[in-house]
């Protein structure tokens, strides 16, 4: 059906009769799109039963990968790549009258993540199929995903986001395959043939309905599934309130739960890890023993790897299954438990650090609390014999401490490996923030420094970046990232450093008209594109690089003989819609970018812009069309950050801290490839031990700091009073808990460097090669290769 460009045209024109019941000429591009989508399912559907009977025939082992978010983005042209008829569809439908990217717009974004770790596990799906690896996905089918972003007035309103209104063509309904999952109820205990049963009576079930969707590999036959859940009511002949019931039933699956460091006591999303992690159980295990029989040997041939702790109940649901239903001894359960289970850790900021309340935790899930009251029995017992009268230490590491439930403390006891994302931050969590456990276990701490789908964020999201690099070192790169490094030949090609320019100015093109479309300001092409595109946090420094862009603007006020390499500052951020000092910062920016915009005396030489609704299929737009990527949060806080590797690979020049994953960027490129500034790791945490830092000091001593600080309460932005006193106070009267003010000055001393390198451009073409050349390492092909072979032990 996509063999030949007539065959394709042909089988297309006969199924957008039969799938819309149209005929062609009064056909939509709606139905177009559907049309293409079902055919690339089908297509799909034949490789995807062979890759299922192969697993089941060879019997290797299989890697499940759980995670509460995936931010899968658009899949139709991602999927058109992988299966190498991109070309095929594309011109058939243009002898159609057809455009492919006109297409492309009627698939919503999947946005079923917050940011880095629900991207991370997206394009770790795409790497394992791509690898040939046995790794599947298992998700929730939230109805809703990540909130739309909607800017009015400066200030951040959500709207909850639709992408299943028209339905979702690559998934696939297994209504056959559902299964249980009981809450609240109460769990008895009774002798039966010498052993003690438990028996989880009275419990409220919801059914979990499975809906699978091909992960389709690049260049390769393998197709993996991504199991997403769905929360629907079981079938109860008599419920005593059945509307009720079935509202909060299908609630566990209705919305995504923001990243809300700041929001406390959810009921509903612990119920939604028990409902990821019990459907997924029972499915793996289901066929585990279609294979295998006996789950004696469960750790030999399957790995369950939780992303982050938000799948932590893996381990108690796991010793339930084996204790209660298959009768093994705790001993063995935990042993068989421990081998199975892997964890990887996204941050040391305490705050974000799960814990729940023994209140919410218990009633909800009885036997499973049972489970992890003695797992935290047996583990504090042997800590007691190891460290004897060490209340202390024991204290510190308990699981269960304070009438709280410590998730990543009991990922870490019942896992076999524990990963941080960047070099930095595992030593981090070996060295500081779970330092006691690494005395305890020190062979199950790992690194595996995150990566990147270098086939989303260079091969689709850049094509002509793409064309140029294929043409000059041919077409294995994309199977094999680290032949990039083979550009580097041609730093000295003054042709080829001119065409990657070339390159870049388009990109900037295209991004300029979507800048114009959506906001109205028409930006300068020639300018420097700096941006700042994640989530929004505090210790992110958004901030930071406000004060440098109000700075900018009172130099260029003030002082008639200031001059300045010209700027389009670009944010993209979502903040929590708890986080109140995130959309404080929101506002800050836009009633920034409103004054500068507008003010005539700046004109082209800066420009701000706020891009609503920051998201994959917008991020694709923007990570190609950068010169500048801002990498700027207080050193120790960014695990590993992956936006650094998708600008890296798309030829922007870092400017950044020295935190997570820009280290290692550091280290590849060289210290004269990217710009690094401000406090390292070592010096704030010193500062946090040791105190000795006075923000007001710098307040009182860089007249530019107090300038700007104080242009955010005196009336300086008309018409918002008070607006912005919650900023100026945790800078001052918190004392600047990130060091914003501290790194003021290093920072702006770089980007004074940035502009002047800048002017020349070969040089700057030069470093932006040297990014794209060693940005090899972070295809997440490599980090999948690693996490196969050091922790998952697949082939
Ligand atoms: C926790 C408790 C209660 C409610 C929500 C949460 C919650 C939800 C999501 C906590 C954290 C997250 C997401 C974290 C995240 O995205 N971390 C990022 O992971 C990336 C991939 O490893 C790293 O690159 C980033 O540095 C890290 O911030």
Redesign the pocket.
Same mark, same amino acid.
């Given at each position: 059906m996509f063999s030949s460009k007539n065959g394709f045209k042909k089988t297309f024109l006969k199924r957008v009769e039969m799938v819309c019941g149209t005929s062609f000429a009064e056909s939509t591009e709606r139905d177009h799109f559907q049309t293409l989508g079902n055919m690339i399912r089908e297509y799909v559907s034949n490789d995807w039963i062979k890759t299922n009977e192969h697993y089941r025939e060879t019997k290797g082992k299989q890697v499940y990968y759980l995670s509460i978010?995936y931010l899968l983005g658009k899949l139709l042209r991602q999927n058109l790549i992988n299966l190498g008829i991109e070309n095929v569809v594309q011109e058939g439908l243009g002898e159609l009258g057809i455009d492919l990217s006109e297409l492309e717009e009627f698939e919503a974004d999947a946005g079923l993540g917050?940011?880095?770790?629900?991207r991370?596990a997206a394009c770790f799906l795409d790497s394992l199929a791509s690898l040939n690896l046995p790794g599947h996905g298992y998700g929730i089918r939230y109805k809703h995903g990540l909130f739309e972003q909607k800017i009015v007035d400066g200030y951040q309103v959500e709207l909850p986001e639709q992408w299943l209104r028209s339905g979702n063509v690559w998934e696939i309904r297994k209504a056959d395959l559902a299964v249980k999952i009981p809450f609240w109820g109460k769990v008895e205990a009774k002798m039966e043939n010498g052993r003690l049963q438990f028996q989880h009576l009275n419990a409220e079930t919801i059914t979990a309905v499975p809906h699978d969707m091909p992960v389709v590999g690049y260049n390769t036959d393998t197709v993996n599934t991504l199991r997403l859940w769905n929360a629907e009511p079981s079938q109860f002949p008599i419920h005593h309130d059945i509307l009720r019931y079935k509202r909060e039933t299908e609630s566990v699956s209705e919305f995504l739960?923001p @990243?809300?460091?700041h929001d406390e006591g959810k009921i509903l999303?612990l119920k939604q890890q028990y409902f990821l992690v019990s459907a997924s159980l029972q499915s793996i295990i289901k066929s585990y023993r279609q294979q295998h029989g006996n789950l004696a040997q469960l750790h030999e041939y399957v790995c369950i790897h939780i992303n @982050?702790t938000?799948p932590v109940l893996a381990i108690p649901e796991l010793m339930r299954i084996l204790i209660d239903e298959e009768s093994f001894e705790w001993d063995e359960a935990w042993n068989i438990t421990k081998n199975t289970i892997s964890y990887t850790n996204?941050?040391t900021l305490t705050e974000?650090l799960?814990k729940w309340p023994l209140r919410i935790f218990r009633p909800l899930l009885p036997r499973i609390y049972m489970i992890v009251e003695e797992i935290n029995e047996r583990f504090c017992k042997e800590l007691w014999e190891r460290y004897p009268g060490d209340w202390d230490r024991i204290a510190k590491v308990a699981i269960i401490a304070d009438d709280q439930v410590k998730m990543a403390h009991l990922a870490i006891v019942g896992s076999f490996s524990v990963n941080g994302?960047a070099k930095l931050h595992t030593e981090i969590l070996k060295n500081r923030e779970m330092s006691q456990f690494y005395q305890l276990f020190p062979e199950k701490f790992n690194n595996k420094t995150?990566g990147i789908a270098h086939r989303r964020w260079l091969l689709k999201a850049n094509p002509k970046l793409s064309g140029l690099i294929s043409e000059t070192i041919g077409t294995n790169w994309t199977q094999a990232p680290n032949e990039l490094v083979r550009l580097s030949e041609y730093e000295n090609n003054t042709s080829f450093l001119e065409r990657l320019a070339k390159i870049k100015k388009d990109n900037k093109e295209r991004l300029a008209d979507v800048i114009h479309e959506k906001t109205g300001v028409a930006v300068d092409t020639n300018s420097i594109f700096d941006v700042q595109v994640k989530r929004l946090h505090a210790y992110k420094r958004q901030l930071l690089n406000v004060l440098h862009i109000m700075y900018l603007y009172n130099q260029i006020k003030e002082d008639s003989s200031f001059s300045m390499v010209p700027r389009v500052f670009i944010f993209g951020a979502k903040a929590s819609p708890g986080y109140y000092y995130a959309k404080k910062i929101i506002k800050l920016i836009n009633t920034v970018a409103e004054k500068v915009n507008h003010d005539p005396k700046v004109g082209d030489r800066m420009k701000v812009i706020f891009m609503e609704n920051y998201r994959v299929s917008l991020a694709e737009k923007i990570f190609p069309a950068a010169d500048v990527s801002e990498q700027i949060s207080t050193a120790s806080k960014?695990?590993?950050?992956?936006g650094n590797m998708k600008f890296m690979i798309n030829g922007a020049l870092t400017v950044g801290t020295l935190d997570?994953a820009n280290i290692e960027i550091r280290e590849l490129v060289g210290d004269s490839n990217i710009f690094t500034f401000g406090l390292t790791a070592d010096e704030v945490l010193h500062h946090y031990q040791h105190g000795g830092y006075q923000s007001l000091e710098y307040y009182h001593h860089d007249w530019r700091i107090r300038q700007a600080v104080d242009q955010l309460v005196n009336g300086f932005f008309p018409g918002v009073y008070n607006e912005f006193e919650p900023i100026f106070d945790s800078l001052l009267e918190e004392n600047d808990q990130y060091f914003v003010l501290k790194d003021f000055a290093s920072y702006v001393d770089i980007q004074k460097v940035i502009g002047n390198t800048f002017m020349d451009p070969i040089k700057w073409q030069k470093m932006s090669l040297a990014n794209i050349a060693n940005a090899g390492y972070f295809s997440s092909d490599r980090t999948i290769q690693e996490y196969a072979d050091d922790i998952w032990g697949i082939k």
């Open positions: 978010e917050n940011g880095g770790l629900g991370l739960y @990243d809300d460091t999303r @982050d938000h996204h941050t974000a799960e994302v995150n960014e695990a590993s950050g992956t997570g």
